[in-house]
């Protein structure tokens, strides 16, 4: 498609994310606007159009894809709608950007960027944490081989209940499987799996054991893993939703022959990085909007100006890791 001088964004879904993650980093950018938004609630969404300065709202996603002042569109819904809302703007020649997980199956990421294809029309995914300096910084102890050769990587994560996941008449959309495609690992795990993929290439080889312990709701609250990168390096992790505060973990471990670096994803914790000259700690600070970095790179890459490799192409692979984790298929 031909390059767009200014890149008129309309929002479908206005939810939390948009608050501070991501909707006010698309007005950061030079040459990029948002000039629409669209919500089911019409109160909660024409009041976040007058607090973001926003001149138009809509109730219904086809209003927003049709305006003819927008040229790209935002999907921040739930993962259940990702697909039908990508492929009606790709249809209408309009780039989308997605939020994460791509989609609620791996069949519905391989739609999306079938209709891309075939369109002409990109698609990029909001893996925002490939971007940050705290991710860059381990990518970059990784590569410059001060751990040595990696033989081996291992997630650990758990977090007790959520409030919300109390009340079982009314839980949240991310442990509704037919809506999140799981529980909270299917809204969680993405980013742990996609940073690992992006710095050791695809995941051909995964399998899962997943359980329901807390008896909250009917998805997953636990789920043990086994994988293999295309090198050939074995990864494992676990994950729980209904461990008890002491319990609670956020940790990635890329443990090579020659030392250690372990991380956090969600927390941010301080790296610390294992060799044989001692232990090293790393802080560093992410941009307030944390999904500037990207957004800043697919707004140039829609004026032409670079080229972003966070698309559907990249994003799919962590989707099908999770469905051969959650024994999808």
């Known amino acids: 498609m031909e390059p767009l001088e200014t890149v008129n964004w309309g929002f479908i879904g206005c939810g939390v994310v948009t608050e501070k993650k ?17 919500g089911r609630d019409k109160e909660k969404t024409a009041s976040y159009a007058e607090r973001h300065h926003v001149p138009r709202w809509y109730t219904d996603p086809i209003d927003l894809i049709n305006d003819d002042e ?13 697909a039908t809302y990508a492929i009606m703007a790709m249809k209408a020649e309009k ?30 995914v909001a893996y925002y944490r490939r971007y940050l300096p ?5 990518k970059t102890i990784v590569e410059s081989g001060q751990i040595g050769h990696v033989i081996n990587v291992q997630i650990r994560f758990a977090q007790p209940p959520r409030d919300l996941d109390y009340n079982s008449t009314n839980l949240p959309w991310r442990v509704q499987p037919d809506i999140a495609g799981g529980g909270y690992f299917y809204d969680l795990a993405p980013h742990q799996l996609d940073l690992l993929q992006d710095m050791f290439g695809c995941i051909l080889e995964a399998e899962g054991i997943k359980s329901n312990r807390g008896g909250l709701y009917n998805a997953e609250d636990s789920v043990s893993a086994c994988f293999k990168f295309e090198s050939g390096l074995p990864g494992s992790g676990s994950w729980c939703f209904v461990a008890h ?20 994803v969600f927390t ?51 989707n099908w890791v999770m469905d051969r984790i959650l024994n999808k298929f």
């Open 22 to 38: 991501s909707g006010p980093a698309f007005s950061l950018v030079d040459g990029s606007r948002v000039v629409a938004v669209m």
């Open 70 to 82: 927008v040229n790209a569109i935002y999907i921040a819904t739930p993962p259940s709608s990702h």
């Open 95 to 124: 780039p989308v950007y997605i939020e994460k997980p791509m989609a609620a199956t791996y069949e519905d990421c391989c739609r999306i960027n079938r209709i891309s294809q075939e369109t002409g029309v990109p698609c990029f």
């Open 134 to 138: 705290y991710f860059e910084k381990v």
């Open 245 to 264: 505060e002491s319990a609670k973990e956020d940790r990635i471990e890329i443990i090579g022959d020659k030392g250690m670096v372990s991380f956090s």
């Open 268 to 318: 941010y914790e301080p790296i610390e990085l294992h060799t044989e000259q001692g232990k090293e700690t790393i802080t560093l600070q992410n941009p307030p909007h944390v999904q500037l970095p990207l957004i800043k790179n697919i707004v140039e890459h829609l004026q032409g100006k670079a080229i972003c490799t966070c698309d559907g192409l990249s994003a799919t692979p962590t």
